[in-house]
C-alpha cells in the first residue's frame, strides 16, 4: 500500500492566505523531506528535517516521527507558490538512504 | 555547478523501439536515484546506485528496463520495446549518499511512446 499519504490533494488559496499540507507515513522514518515542483518542472528541495521545527522563509516544516506524521506551512501565500508540494519519507531499516513519495498536494494561489 | 544534468529532455520513440536515457550526477556525488513520474501513480522509484553498484532495483519492471552507472559520472536507463504505459517522466537524483544527504533532482527526460 502506499507508504506516503499526503493531503489535501489540491488546495486553493487567495493570496496571502496560509497553507497546511499534511504528510503522513506507514513506516519507521529517519525524516521527512519536503520538495516544490511547478508543472513541467523538476522537483526542488525545499525542506529536510527528522524531527522538530524548521523554518526557512515562510516556510515550517514540522515533523513528528513517533506519530508518523508532518506537515508543512506557507505562510502569506503568494501567487508564485503554486504548484506541487511533494512530500518524501526516508527509512534507515535497508541500511541505505531508501526514499518514498506521496502523491503531492497540488496548490494554486489566486489574486 | 551544473546540477543533475539529464538528456535528453524529450523523447518520442515507436511502440517497440528501444529508448536509452542519460543522467550525469553532481559531481562528488556517490548515490544515483532514478524515478518515473507519472499524474495516475505519483513519483515511483526505479533504481538506486551508491558508488557506481546497483543497490536496490526493486522499482525496476524486469522483463525491459536495465540501468547501468559504467563510471561515477553518468547512469543510463534503457527501455527495451518500448510500450505506450512506459510514457512518463523519468527523474534522475543524486544525492552524497549517506542518511541525512539531500536529494538534488534532474529537470527529468519526458518519454512518449507512441
Known amino acids: 500500500g502506499q507508504q506516503v499519504q499526503q493531503s489535501p490533494a489540491s488546495l486553493v488559496l487567495q493570496e496571502g492566505e496560509n497553507a497546511e499540507l499534511q504528510c503522513n507515513f506507514s513506516?519507521?522514518?529517519?525524516?521527512l523531506q519536503w520538495f516544490y515542483q511547478r508543472p513541467g518542472g523538476s522537483l526542488v528541495s525545499l525542506l529536510s528535517?527528522?524531527?522538530g521545527t524548521k523554518h526557512t522563509g515562510r516556510l515550517t516544516s514540522t515533523t513528528v516521527t513517533k506519530e508518523r506524521r508532518g506537515s508543512l506551512h506557507i505562510s502569506s501565500s503568494q501567487i508564485t507558490d503554486s504548484g506541487t508540494y511533494l512530500c518524501?519519507?526516508?527509512?534507515?531499516?535497508?541500511?541505505?538512504?531508501?526514499?518514498?513519495f506521496g502523491k503531492g498536494t497540488s496548490l494554486t494561489v489566486i489574486p | 555547478n551544473a546540477g543533475v544534468i539529464q538528456t535528453p529532455r524529450h523523447k518520442v520513440t515507436g511502440k517497440g523501439q528501444e529508448a536509452t536515457l542519460w543522467c550525469e550526477p553532481i559531481?562528488?556525488?556517490?548515490?544515483v536515484f532514478w524515478y518515473r513520474q507519472t499524474i495516475v501513480q505519483g513519483l515511483e522509484f526505479l533504481t538506486y546506485?551508491?558508488?557506481?553498484?546497483?543497490?536496490?532495483d526493486s522499482g525496476m519492471p524486469k522483463e525491459r528496463f536495465s540501468a547501468q552507472m559504467p563510471n561515477q559520472s553518468h547512469s543510463t536507463l534503457k527501455i527495451q520495446s518500448t510500450q505506450p504505459q512506459d510514457s512518463a517522466v523519468y527523474l534522475c537524483?543524486?544525492?552524497?549518499?549517506?542518511?541525512?544527504?539531500?536529494?538534488?533532482f534532474g529537470p527529468g527526460t519526458r518519454l512518449t511512446v507512441l
Open positions: 537524483a543524486s544525492s552524497m549518499g549517506q542518511f541525512y544527504a539531500e536529494q538534488f
Open positions: 513506516s519507521t522514518a529517519t525524516r
Open positions: 528535517n527528522p524531527s
Open positions: 518524501a519519507m526516508e527509512r534507515d531499516d535497508t541500511g541505505y538512504q531508501n526514499f518514498y
Open positions: 559531481s562528488g556525488h556517490s548515490a
Open positions: 546506485f551508491r558508488n557506481q553498484a546497483p543497490i536496490d
